[in-house]
């Protein structure tokens, strides 16, 4: 507020004479107050002034609620509304600030802010209240505590500030200059200058800055450059308040007489949205404060210094009966706020008095105030009793006086020692990873426990841990968990460690030597990685998936389809399931069935992995066979329909998988029914007996196939439940046999162990033939049976140990609806009969094709990998050569592996899930031909998703029948993210930055431009990706996505799925197009693609030194084009037409590659430019264009 103009009483309240808060009482002090204060000799009482017990509050009608005394006989100078929780801040003119809590007033802190200057403005934070004196702006804790204290030039006079956004304040005041001041950092980081000087009151809307001055003015400033748009020239003399509200702004101030300068009467009003004055309001009373209270309507509240307070409509006449009156206890009333409610009004007297006056008996400041916190209360008389027997029982916990004498515990040296406690040994796996460089050693942290956290031993029993003398040199003695490095490395969970180029740079081979693709971990619900890659070599089940395509958006057969594909193309580089995850996150099934799995669930390892896993083995397989179940073709996709598969019975999943079952439920009256069904897999069911007697796998199996069970069920005859007997028969066997193996809890598993251990006596005393039962033989013994000399060639010891699991069963069809089952070794005789004969006999040999395994790791959470027999068509399309071979898969790590390993399980750390049987000579029953059901209709016209498409302009033409692609044609390709979930990272010790998890993009727009023809440069694809999950960032300033451009309802762009614009772009791949774009290594990753190296032309790598800096396509575009794009945000058709441009300058520059060494001169040229240019592209007024330079030429005469 300006105080100029007002009473010139107010000059006697000089700041001298309340400094240092001098308790003693003002001269001015209104004999009044002292009733009922009593002065004790070390100072002045500052209690509340006693206020009537029955205050009767009108509902909608501001009356006093409240006066409290904040400081004896010193003006208050401000008051102000905490913004975050329910209190009333109220400054002093001898810069003591005070605060007090809720429509009671009471006091809740109370300290000095400013030894000698008044406090003249307050603004509350989240963290504290910012006090604004003369020179000095002071950040404090609500307590009283100093955040920051920020001095300013003594020259400075300031009066207002404003808080412009969370982190930025602005201080005005009465020199020619306004400041801005970064709150984080503390630090002025810009320097406005004012042509009017004097700004003592500042207020802000969306639109514009209004700032006050002395000479009566009021300013409108731009938000972004501070810049004057208008100026009012509201008063001859001098401001006192404004305030603003919608279009309407309303000054009030002092007018220049004869005498001087006077209270104008008239409140000037003025329409922000014609920059003009409207009619002047007259007011009945002298105003000095004013505010808009807009609660039904848009009234005003217009302030006297002498109490009296009227309310009316700025654009109406004000009426004396509307008028009330404060009673101050002090002459002059000197500053006046309003609530964020506007439930409340608070006025602060001269003599020190704060008057609440509020509209309803239990108002609230804030609409949604937090909690404040209160100091606890001393808790010394209710400690609670202390146990002694507690070993880290804090003893400060104990109240202790302060004395001079000696402690009891205080004990001579001579009947003390010190007994340092000892450190527990390092963990062993740190010991065994370690590298030393001269005496430091260094290790990954293996997160066995919480950063910062060491465990004590205390008692002396714990003697593994107290006596080093005992400690073992064998990492597994010194370790505290030993079974944690049961787990074999190239079974431990991989994670991708990323740096700052991203994966760029992350050594894939090192995991995987093969020609097979790994895939990538980190995508949400990534669990089921090793599944798809045993889906994908079952050989009639992957010709099967990819010549599947049909209609629907998020169809898991497509995806897999398409997954599939990349993984055929990728020489070793590992894929990402990303779009495959994307659909099978909108399966409603899959999240009924607890399938989805949230991200710290999968991080932390909560989910069972091993059960998670079998679910969802039932569930794809499921939700494949009703995908192929629907043979509607549409016309866009009618490719697909010429698919060998196709039949117009059950789907080739169901011939592959199906087994079709005999249900009879046997009720004690002797009623039989008997209904037949298929199943997908079958589940292991596991004899009750503990006896530990032999029980071939295949005794199992049978009684899990034909299970018999008592339960309850319905007898029509009996008409009500009653005990049944529930058989299962099988009436067909499936080509492909799965099995979920249930090792769901210790019962399963000792089982599981208890019969490897049988296996291996068994398989010992077999392969030991001649050597005495007495004889005890060691390795190197038995090593000697499998030589040529020993005559019998046996496996190895390692190779017989854990092993349960046959490699081949036998399987028959008996004529009374039975089955046989045994297990079966390569070299025998089938047990039924001659292999030839299956048919006719109805005998069969299946192979272990599969086993998915559970690691157990308690650091890491666990994990699923998998042991897969890849066949002769695979290594014959990948190596180039015929033969099969076993092979771990563990996310992207893939390594051959011996075929004993693929059905060892120790059960401490490889627990079995999931198993896979095929029968022999599978692949001969089945048409395993691919045709590609991509046609090149899919790249003609298509209707947009949005339904309120408005009147735009096209930003594309799609092809003609006469312009479709050819092998070698050019496209320019460019594509535009959002991003889904942001980027998980920590920092380390040494202040870099470690990348845990990256942000999870999707595409959302994809752009394609023709490369050639009388059309070049047209797009002729430019498709908005709709999609259904939340986005976290648009990244508009990147991408120029706006919200709403992704939303069908609210769009006006040409909006389509993910997968019709995938389908173009396959189509465009398989044709043999190349892609011209820059960065397309990650456009495509994000579009989850994989194309040939030799169809991708990218001009980051085309103008690239090794060793150097990737340089910006504007850069490129600015240097070698003359061309500024990218200008605000980035557009993918500009782009793209720019990539193309580029790649055509290449070829000029290059000789279409002849002439590598005149190129490289280019390079250097372009390095040396950008390098003076710290790689930014000049202003239009700034540097000259890059042709006119010299470096420019001397590219130009090359």
Known sequence: MNFEGLDPGLAEYAPAMHSALDPVLDAHLNPSLLQNVELDPEGVALEALPVQESVHIMEGVYSELHSVVAEVGVPVSVSHFDLHEEMLWVGSHGGHATSFFGPTLERYSSFQVNGSDDIRQIQSLENGILFLTKNNLKYMARGGLIIFDYLLDESEDMHSLLLTDSSTLLIGGLQNHILEIDLNTVQETQKYAVETPGVTIMRQTNRFFFCGHTSGKVSLRDLRTFKVEHEFDAFSGSLSDFDVHGNLLATCGFSSRLTGLACDRFLKVYDLRMMRAITPLQVHVDPAFLRFIPTYTSRLAIISQSGQCQFCEPTGLANPADIFHVNPVGPLLMTFDVSASKQALAFGDSEGCVHLWTDSPEPSFNPYSRETEFALPCLVDSLPPLDWSQDLLPLSLIPVPLTADTLLSDWPAANSAPAPRRAPPVDAEILRTMKKVGFIGYAPNPRTRLRNQIPYRLKESDSEFDNFSQVTESPIGREEEPHLHMVSKKYRKVTIKYSKLGLEDFDFKHYNKTLFAGLEPHIPNAYCNCMIQVLYFLEPVRCLIQNHLCQKEFCLACELGFLFHMLDLSRGDPCQGSNFLRAFRTIPEASALGLILADSDEASGKGNLARLIQRWNRFILTQLHQDLQELEVPQAYRGAGGSSFCSSGDSVIGQLFSCEMENCSLCRCGSETVRASSTLLFTLSYPEDKTGKNCDFAQVLKRSICLEQNTQAWCDNCEKYQPTIQTRNIRHLPDILVINCEVNSLKEADFWRMQAEVAFKMAIKKHSGEISKNKEFALADWKELGSP???????????????????????????????????????????????????????????????????????????????????????????????????????????????????????????????????????????????????????????????????????????????????????????????????????????????????????????????????????????????QEQVVDYLTQYSGIKPGDLDAKISSKHLTTLKSTYLKLRFLIDIGVKFVGHGLQKDFRVINLMVPKDQVLDTVYLFHMPRKRMISLRFLAWYFLDLKIQGETHDSIEDARTALQLYRKYLELSKNGTEPESFHKVLKGLYEKGRKMDWKVPEPEGQTSPKSAAVFSSVLAL
């Not at 079966?824 to 039924?832: F, I, L, S």
Request: charged share 25%; glycine share 6%.
């Open 789 to 1027: 000399e020993g005559m019998l060639m046996c496996p190895s010891i390692e190779e017989l140990k854990n092993v349960w699991l046959p490699f081949s069963i036998q399987m028959k069809m008996t004529k009374n609806k039975g089955l046989d089952v045994c297990n079966w070794t390569d070299g025998a005789e089938m047990q039924w009969g001659p292999a030839r004969a299956e048919e006719e006999h109805g005998v069969y040999v299946y192979d272990l094709m599969a086993t998915v395994v559970h690691i157990l790791d308690s650091r890491t959470g666990g994990s699923l990998v998998a042991h897969i027999k890849v066949g002769e068509t695979y290594h014959q399309r990948k190596e180039g050569v015929t033969h099969q071979q076993w092979y771990l898969f563990n996310d992207f790590l893939i390594e051959p592996i011996d075929k004993h390993e693929a059905v060892q399980f120790d059960m401490n750390w490889k627990v079995p899930a999931i198993l896979y049987y095929i029968k022999r000579n599978l692949n001969s029953k089945y048409n395993l031909n691919i045709k590609n059901p991509i046609e090149a209709n899919v790249l003609l016209a298509e209707a947009s998703l949005a339904r309120k498409q408005r009147k735009t302009h096209t930003t594309f033409i799609p092809l003609m029948l006469n312009e479709m692609p050819q092998v070698g044609d050019l496209v320019g390709l460019d594509a535009e993210f959002v991003t889904l979930n942001e980027e998980e990272a920590e920092l380390r010790s040494d202040g870099t930055k470690s990348t845990i998890k990256p942000s999870q993009m999707s595409v959302a727009r994809i752009t394609c431009v023709r490369g050639q023809g009388p059309n070049e440069g047209i797009p002729f694809i430019d498709d908005y990706i709709s999609t």
